[in-house]
């Protein structure tokens, strides 16, 4: 059972990684024949979606919560309040934060898959065995 915690548009930030994911495995996609090695391609395109997922989740929040809601003037100090628009949270954290909870992560797996796959090294039987294998043979 999955429990969503949100408030105000929040919500958001599920649907912009989603699409983040798409465009990381249509570019993954598009560079199958451009002669890169395969797990470049992969780091490629996961560097493009979740960067562009993290860009998008930043100007959706800061866009949201830049307009000025209500103006008034405190009547003890005679100066104005302003009361802002919230971006809303996923998780009880704030909208904006969720771009970096995404682009960090997105880049650390780029930056893995763009080492390429470890090889173990192959430990040879030793003598003792070779020998016994090849007298049973």
């Given at each position: 059972?999955?429990?969503?915690?949100?408030?105000?548009?929040?919500?958001l930030?599920?649907?912009?990684?989603?699409?983040?994911?798409?465009?990381?495995?249509?570019?993954?996609?598009?560079?199958?024949s451009?002669?890169?090695?395969?797990?470049?391609?992969?780091?490629?395109?996961?560097?493009?979606?979740?960067?562009?997922?993290?860009?998008?989740?930043?100007?959706?929040?800061?866009?949201?919560?830049?307009?000025?809601?209500?103006?008034?003037?405190?009547?003890?100090?005679?100066?104005?309040?302003?009361?802002?628009?919230?971006?809303?949270?996923?998780?009880?954290?704030?909208?904006?934060?969720?771009?970096?909870?995404?682009?960090?992560?997105?880049l650390?797996?780029?930056?893995?898959?763009?080492?390429?796959?470890?090889?173990?090294?192959?430990?040879?039987?030793?003598?003792?065995?070779?020998?016994?294998?090849?007298?049973?043979?």
């Open positions: 059972m999955w429990i969503l915690i949100w408030r105000g548009w929040g919500i930030v599920i649907p912009i990684v989603a699409v983040g994911f798409a465009v990381a495995m249509a570019i993954t996609i598009a560079l199958q451009s002669g890169l090695p395969e797990h470049w391609q992969d780091a490629i395109g996961v560097a493009v979606g979740s960067v562009g997922a993290g860009l998008s989740i930043w100007y959706i929040a800061k866009a949201i919560s830049g307009k000025v809601v209500r103006r008034l003037v405190d009547p003890n100090t005679g100066k104005d309040v302003l009361f802002r628009r919230s971006a809303g949270s996923l998780f009880f954290i704030p909208t904006r934060y969720w771009a970096f909870i995404v682009v960090v992560p997105g650390a797996l780029s930056a893995l898959l763009a080492v390429g796959p470890v090889k173990a090294p192959v430990k040879e039987a030793p003598s003792s065995m070779q020998s016994d294998m090849a007298q049973s043979q």
